[in-house]
């Protein structure tokens, strides 16, 4: 199955360096579509299901948390993973905070390191569903046999 994951960047170079490392790792593995700004992707993601989302913060128009926060609040179950350039990883913390799963350093992507961060978003995402869930049910025990006694 392909795994389907929306860039929203207007760089060129960063959707055609991550298109390479992502063919890299074998064709159809990962489908990559793209959104040049927040309002874009917001209609694509009201159109189609992504697995994962991957947002440029270094795009001047993406810069700050309110695009993240944005995405973080309207698809909260599809993961967000942030790329940035080295000098602002103090930032990362605060991205997570913020609603993102993981963070890439544009100046050291490969395409290990880019499957890595998008498998295990995806799957830390999953988890999180599943225990969410897990605790819904356990809540709704305790309540019945609260009703019972």
């Known amino acids: ?8 960047s207007d760089s060129a170079p960063l959707k055609a360096t991550i298109c390479g490392l992502l063919l ?3 064709p159809m593995v990962f489908v990559l579509e793209h959104a040049a700004d927040l309002s874009v ?3 694509r993601l009201k159109a189609e299901e992504f697995e994962a989302i991957m947002l440029d913060l270094i795009n001047p128009g993406n810069r700050g948390f309110g695009p993240l ?5 309207d698809v909260p179950n599809v993961p967000i993973i942030v790329i ?14 913020s609603g ?6 544009v100046d050291r992507l490969d395409s290990y390191t880019l499957a890595r961060a998008i ?3 995806i799957g830390r995402r999953a988890v999180e569903e599943a225990l969410f869930a897990e605790k819904e049910r356990a809540e709704v025990t305790l309540n019945s046999i609260g009703m019972l006694s």
């Open 69 to 73: 926060s944005t995405l973080a609040r």
């Open 1 to 8: 199955m392909n795994t389907s994951i929306l860039l929203i």
């Open 119 to 121: 498998n295990g978003a």
């Open 24 to 26: 890299e790792l074998g």
């Open 41 to 43: 992707a917001e209609e």
């Open 100 to 105: 993102a799963q993981d963070y890439l350093l």
């Open 84 to 97: 940035a350039e080295e000098h602002t990883e103090g930032l990362f913390k605060l991205a997570l905070e």
